[in-house]
Each structure stands twice: as structure tokens, then as C-alpha cells.
């Protein structure tokens, strides 16, 4: 009960007390007004440190993405010299024309070599004659007898009538 009455009286002494400041006097209020006014820039400081701080955070980040970019772009060119490799060596063992090279597709050397072979039959039935080459043996041989059509229709006409 006595522990009661103790903890009581504080909180009744701090209610009638009141306002600290208006306690404290002149120079405590001097002194409590530039407390808060040095809490108050100390508060502004931390509040842009951070800000800063965020900034080159920010910054650095901006580096790391920048560089897995790079990154990315060149394991990209890396992919493609090396897929240009691969359809080169499977172009010259398959004797694929050095023109035609940018036709053949895949990813792995099979599904390249199945294409190289593919180009290489199309090549082949291209290269067939699709009709019979001239036989010089049939049709007129050397200059044209008797001018043109127009004579040589006289010319019929005239033995015809004449027979």
C-alpha cells in the first residue's frame, strides 16, 4: 500500500506542475528553444544524409545494371560467333556453296547439318535441267531460204495456182 502512494504522488506532482517551459524561466526557455532548434537542424541533416546516401546507393545500383548489361550484350555476341562458327564448319564439310551459307538454320550441329543437307538436295535438283537441251542436229542449219514469211506464202501461193 505504501508502494501505491508513492508511484500516485509523482504523476499527481507532474499534473500540477504543468508546462516545463513556463517553469524553467528566461533563460531555461533560451535554453530549451535552442535545444529544439538543434534538434530541429540535426533532424534536417540526418533527413539529407539519408537522401544522399539513397543517391549513391541508387548510383551504384545503376553501375550494376549498367554492367549486366554489358554483361548480356556481349555473352549475346559470344553466342553468335560462336552459332557462325559452328554453321561455317558444318558449310564446309557438308560443300556448301560460301553464298548460300546464310541459309542454313539451327541451333545445334545436327539440326545445321540436317539443314546443309536439305540446301544441298535442293541444290542439286535446281541444277537438273527442266527441259531438253537443243539438239543441233534438227531445224535450219545456217541462213534462212527464201526471205520472209510473206514471200515464201507468195511463193506457195504462186505454185499452187501454177500446178
Known amino acids: 500500500m505504501a508502494d ?5 504522488a509523482p504523476e499527481a506532482t507532474q499534473e500540477q506542475q504543468g508546462e516545463p517551459a513556463e517553469q524553467l524561466g ?3 526557455k ?3 528553444d535552442a535545444e529544439r532548434k ?3 537542424d540535426a533532424e534536417k541533416r540526418v533527413k539529407a544524409l539519408e537522401a544522399q546516401l539513397e543517391e549513391k546507393a541508387n548510383a551504384s545500383l545503376s553501375e ?4 549486366q548489361k554489358q554483361i548480356e550484350a556481349l555473352s549475346a555476341k559470344y553466342e553468335a560467333a560462336q552459332q557462325a562458327s559452328l ?3 558444318v558449310a564446309v564439310s557438308e560443300q556448301i556453296p560460301e553464298g548460300l551459307i546464310g541459309y542454313l538454320t539451327g541451333s545445334t550441329e545436327d539440326d545445321i547439318r540436317d539443314s546443309a543437307k536439305q540446301l544441298k538436295a535442293a541444290i542439286a535438283e535446281a541444277a537438273k535441267p527442266g527441259t531438253p537441251a537443243p539438239d543441233p542436229s534438227q531445224g535450219a ?3 534462212s531460204s527464201g526471205g520472209s514469211t510473206a514471200d515464201k506464202f507468195a511463193q506457195f501461193f504462186a505454185e499452187r495456182i501454177n500446178n
Open 4 to 8: 501505491e502512494q508513492t508511484t500516485e
Open 30 to 32: 533560451k535554453a530549451l
Open 26 to 28: 528566461e533563460g531555461g
Open 87 to 89: 554453321r561455317d564448319r
Open 38 to 40: 538543434r534538434a530541429a
Open 141 to 143: 542449219h545456217g541462213a
Open 64 to 67: 550494376a545494371e549498367l554492367m
